[in-house]
């Protein structure tokens, strides 16, 4: 039986913050919208602040915070010196002195591992040891191909630790899928699992590993971590687990490289509607910045050490594909344990008499139990299969620790989360009625922690306060630093209306550059080609972040998502280009042309209908059906296969050539066809009157 620890009242992170600010600033705010108003409006200021606050460390001075307030170029910190793994190093000996792992892990098998601060210290010195005698060098890229195991986040600081730049994708998606990733950085080292667990089933990755290294010429070296095949020996490739298995006088000696603040820490990917995924840069000291001011102040997980924490552990289920594998890793720079699953999230039992997989909605919230997780975060689609499921919480175990819940990925209706709240009421009451509560201090049984962000910048904008009021529906606030706002169609910043969501300054997280994009010029396209300069109550000298998604800000400070303002596709929490699907659609000889959309209605699960033209006279059969569906897994990963198949006469195309992803999106979402195309403007207009007529039906259906 879990002992109860006897503490003070709970005081929040970010109220600790506060108290901080105003005992060595002399700043005192009446409330959260005057601090979020602060720290938007003298960028200076708040991120010295947040420097100071955390104690950051660098052996040379900064000659100022935000040399240049320009989106892109901002220059953060000029003259600092830092390193991502230096900041979690820095939590080693007090988290170890107290007993704290760093790291519980847990996969389908029922493989459970506790790492501690020490032995993760030593393993990722013993990695980055065996790269840097193998002539990894300082910006060279390591490709990685593993899941949400140990060893992904002990291959990522050994990797950061030395300069060198990481990138990773998760063995769930195609082998043509990953190399359109890894071919643009070229990297020269590739980490990489023999095999993985999934849904109660065992992939071989082997074959893919193969094809990989034949398609990347630029690798020196391969390390294996022989997860499922510990016999089977590749040729020219080390072992993970005997690289990381030593333990001597250079590996206890090893420190991680002071860098330049903006040394490129990562690569990771972000798919536009059309080419190739966006190989997105970030800098060690902007993704150390951002996400301890995200993890620590709004998410209000801090060092698992503290008393006032309590022995905080935080778990956010994700894929390593997904950008909340690295809000995962980051919250080890704060000294808090991260609790990672490697399965699915509905669990992976497989009926013996029909081979499928029978969903257990219970898998996660039973590892939450057996962990003692504090935080638990998830994509909005998993609690809406657990509702949908009928889950009765208290059949999981002892979730009495658990004092927060994460929702990302796609908007979180009010149903919901409403579900979610009356679940955990039902759990607090026997221990109300003992006088046993896990957070004297918080009366609601369970906060609800609902984020919005990005792999773009690494972040969220969008976020949680624990302090203010929670509706249903309604994330609480806007991030400190973020200078979010809505924009109506005119550039203008509206209160209580929808429009795009847009950042008005820079964040230190916002990319470096695209790899390899030449004067920034995907870059530019990407972010800054909607509003000129100067756009926005906060002014700013340059172009201002369009993010591409529908915002509504209230007067209180609440905001609401309302899904993707363009063309790229996001199922449960993995975003990929549109362009990706029809490469994999297309190369298939019956199918003459395709157009996906993915529609986003807040309080419905999302509808993704893939459109198909195809051969005169083939009908769309089983057959082919299970062909669509089959090329689509290979190529991307099953997540994207389509809610259904439609055969059309005509994709709608402008004269130029593009499909009209967006405007028949917002047909379907129930706008007239007046007001999102002009047909003048499209190569066949003649189409769309079967679109109007299919949504006219579709949204007829969902009212009934």
């Given amino acids: ?45 708040f991120w010295q602040s947040i420097w100071d606050y955390f104690d950051l460390q660098s052996p040379t001075p900064h000659s100022a915070v935000l040399a240049h307030n320009v989106m892109p170029g901002a220059d953060w910190f000029p003259g600092a010196q830092c390193n991502y793994a230096q900041q979690v190093w820095r939590h080693v000996d007090a988290a170890e002195a107290a007993g704290m792992p760093a790291i519980v892990s847990l996969n389908e098998s029922g493989q459970r591992r506790e790492i501690g601060w020490a032995a993760l210290r030593r393993q990722v010195a013993a990695l980055a040891l065996q790269l840097q005698a193998q002539g990894l060098r300082e910006g060279d890229r390591v490709a990685a191909y593993l899941p949400n195991i140990p060893e992904a986040i002990i291959a990522f600081l050994a990797t950061a630790s030395l300069g060198a730049v990481w990138s990773i994708c998760a063995p769930d998606m195609g082998t043509a899928a990953v190399l359109d990733r890894f071919r643009q950085i070229e990297p020269t080292a590739l980490i990489t699992v023999d095999g993985v667990v999934y849904g109660g089933r065992a992939l071989d990755r082997r074959g893919v590993l193969a094809e990989l290294r034949a398609a990347l010429p630029s690798l020196r070296q391969v390390i294996v971590h022989q997860q499922l095949y510990p016999d089977d020996v590749l040729v020219d490739a080390a072992s993970f687990a005997a690289t990381t298995a030593r333990d001597d006088a250079e590996v206890r000696a090893f420190t991680p490289r002071w860098l330049p603040y903006s040394h490129p820490v990562w690569i990771v990917y972000s798919s536009g509607t059309t080419g190739l995924p966006k190989p ?38 994700s894929s390593t594909g997904w950008v909340m594998w690295n809000a995962q890793v980051a919250t080890l720079m704060n000294g808090t344990t991260a609790c990672i699953f490697d399965g699915s999230p ?11 997989s029978q969903p257990d909605w219970s898998t996660l919230w039973r590892f939450a139990a057996d962990t003692g997780v504090r935080f638990f975060g998830a994509g909005a689609a998993f609690y809406t299969g657990c509702m949908k499921a009928g889950l009765d919480l208290s059949t999981c175990g002892d979730l009495s620790r658990v004092r927060a819940l994460g929702s990302t990925g796609s908007p979180l209706s009010p149903e919901v989360q409403a579900w979610g709240t009356a679940q955990f009421e039902a759990l607090s ?27 773009d910048f690494a972040g969220a904008f969008i976020g949680g306060n624990r302090e203010l009021p929670q509706t249903p529906g309604v ?45 920034n010029a995907r870059y530019l396209a990407s972010y ?66 395709s157009m996906v959309v993915d529609i986003e209605n807040l309080g419905r699960e999302s509808y993704m209908p893939l459109f198909v033209v195809l051969q005169p006279g083939m009908p769309l059969d089983d057959g082919l059906r299970n062909r669509i569906h089959a090329a689509i897994r290979m190529a991307l990963s099953p997540r994207f296969v389509p809610d259904e198949i439609l055969v059309v006469p005509e994709i709608p195309r402008t004269l130029t050539g593009k499909k009209q992803e967006l405007p028949i999106k917002k047909l379907l979402l129930g706008q007239p066809l007046a007001k999102v195309l002009n047909p003048d403007t499209m190569a066949n207009a003649g189409c769309l009157g079967w679109y109007e007529a299919f949504a006219a039906a579709r949204l007829k259906a969902v009212a009934a």
């Fill in 429 to 455: 009451a026997p221990l109300k009625d003992s006088g046993r509560t896990p957070v004297p201090s918080v009366a609601a049984p369970v906060w609800w922690d609902n984020i919005s962000g990005g792999t």
């Fill in 475 to 519: 994330m609480q606030c806007r991030l400190l630093g973020c200078a979010v706002e809505a924009f109506d169609a005119q550039g203008e910043p509206v209160i209580g209306e929808v429009g795009e969501l847009v950042c008005t300054q820079p964040l230190p997280s916002m990319p470096l550059y695209f790899w390899g994009d030449r004067d």
């Fill in 280 to 317: 997105i840069v970030h800098g060690h000291g902007g993704s150390i910045m951002v996400g301890l001011v995200l993890n620590a102040l709004h998410n209000d997980a801090g060092p698992s050490y503290a008393a006032n924490s309590w022995g905080d552990r935080f778990h956010w289920y």
């Fill in 346 to 356: 509905a669990g992976g039992r497989v009926d013996p008499a029909t081979g499928k």
């Fill in 528 to 593: 800054f080609d909607s509003y000129a300069p100067g756009h926005g109550r906060h002014g700013g000298s340059g172009p201002v972040w369009r993010h591409g998604d529908w915002l509504k800000i209230d007067a209180d400070g609440g905001c609401t998502i309302y899904g993707r303002s363009d063309a790229t596709l996001n199922r449960h929490g993995l975003r990929m280009g549109t362009s990706e699907l029809y490469r994999a659609v297309e190369a298939l000889p019956e199918v003459v042309d």
């Fill in 1 to 45: 039986m879990r002992m109860t620890l006897a503490a003070p009242a709970y005081v929040p992170q970010i109220r600790l913050y506060q108290r901080w600010l105003q005992q060595n600033r002399g700043l005192a705010f009446d409330d959260y919208q005057a601090l979020w108003q602060w720290s938007v409006s003298d960028l200076s200021a």
